[in-house]
C-alpha cells in the first residue's frame, strides 16, 4: 500500500502564475483534507471532502484557492494567481470517514516555492 | 476559540534521559488529544490519542482536564525518538477537523 499520495513534491513558480496539487487518497478512504503547513507552524485545515462533496472550506482563500474532487476518489487543489505568501508545504490527508476513531493518514506533502 | 499550545519549540535532551513534550488546549467542550510525529524525511503520522490510552514506542499521555493539557512523556529517550512532535485537538464529535499546535523538535542527543 503506498499510503496518500501527491504530486509534485516540489514546485517553484513566480508569483502571479497558476499552480496545481495532486492528491491520490488511500483506497476506499471517504474523506479527504488538505492542509497548509507554513513554516514553523503546524497543519492547518484547508477544505474537508466527503466522497466528492466539499463539506468544509470555511478556511479555503476562495478569491485564489480552489479545489476539486471528481468521482469522490483523486482531489486536486489549485492556486491562481500564486503570491509570495503561499511559499508552504501542503499536505493531503484521508481517513475512512471523518469522526469516530478513524485514523487521518497524510501524505509526504508538495513543498512550494512563490518566487 | 479552539487552540493547542505547544510551549517549545525545542526540546533537547541526553539519550536515557526522560522527556515531556508539553501541551495544552483551549476547547470548552470534551476534547479528543492526539499526538502526531514526523520522523526526518517521512511523512505526519498518529503517534497516539488519549481515548485508546495506549504506550507507543514507550510514550504515554495523560489528559488532564483540569489543567486542560495532553503532556507527551517517555521516561527514557532513545536516539530514534528525535523528530517533530505535533499535539492535536479535535471536538468530539465534530466531523473531523484536527487543530494542531505549532510543534515542538525533539533532539535526543547520544
Known amino acids: 500500500e503506498a499510503g496518500v499520495v501527491q504530486s509534485p513534491r516540489y514546485k517553484i513558480i513566480e508569483k502571479k502564475q497558476p499552480v496545481a496539487f495532486w492528491c491520490n487518497p488511500i483506497?476506499?478512504?471517504?474523506?479527504l483534507y488538505w492542509y497548509l503547513q507554513n513554516l514553523g507552524q503546524g497543519p492547518e485545515l484547508l477544505i474537508r471532502y466527503e466522497n466528492e462533496e466539499a463539506v468544509d472550506d470555511s478556511q479555503l482563500p476562495k478569491d485564489r484557492f480552489s479545489a476539486e474532487r471528481l468521482k469522490g476518489v483523486d482531489s486536486t487543489l489549485k492556486i491562481q494567481p500564486a503570491e509570495l505568501g503561499d511559499s508552504a508545504v501542503y499536505l493531503c490527508?484521508?481517513?475512512?470517514?471523518?469522526?469516530?476513531?478513524?485514523?487521518?493518514?497524510f501524505g509526504p506533502g508538495t513543498r512550494l516555492t512563490v518566487l | 476559540a479552539q487552540r493547542v499550545t505547544q510551549p517549545e519549540k525545542l526540546l533537547s535532551v541526553f539519550k536515557g534521559a526522560p522527556v515531556e513534550l508539553k501541551c495544552n488546549y483551549s476547547?470548552?467542550?470534551?476534547?479528543?488529544l492526539f499526538w502526531y510525529v514526523q520522523y526526518s524525511r517521512q511523512r505526519l503520522q498518529l503517534l497516539l490519542r488519549h481515548i485508546s490510552r495506549e504506550s507507543i514506542k514507550g510514550f504515554t499521555a495523560d489528559l488532564n482536564k483540569g489543567e486542560t493539557s495532553f503532556h507527551l512523556k517517555k521516561p527514557f529517550a532513545q536516539e530514534e525518538d528525535s523528530a517533530m512532535y505535533y499535539c492535536a485537538l479535535r471536538a468530539r464529535g465534530s466531523q473531523g477537523n484536527l487543530i494542531f499546535g505549532k510543534g515542538t523538535k525533539l533532539s535526543v542527543k547520544p
Open positions: 483506497s476506499g478512504h471517504n474523506t
Open positions: 490527508a484521508s481517513s475512512l470517514d471523518p469522526g469516530g476513531y478513524n485514523e487521518q493518514f
Open positions: 476547547y470548552s467542550g470534551s476534547p479528543e
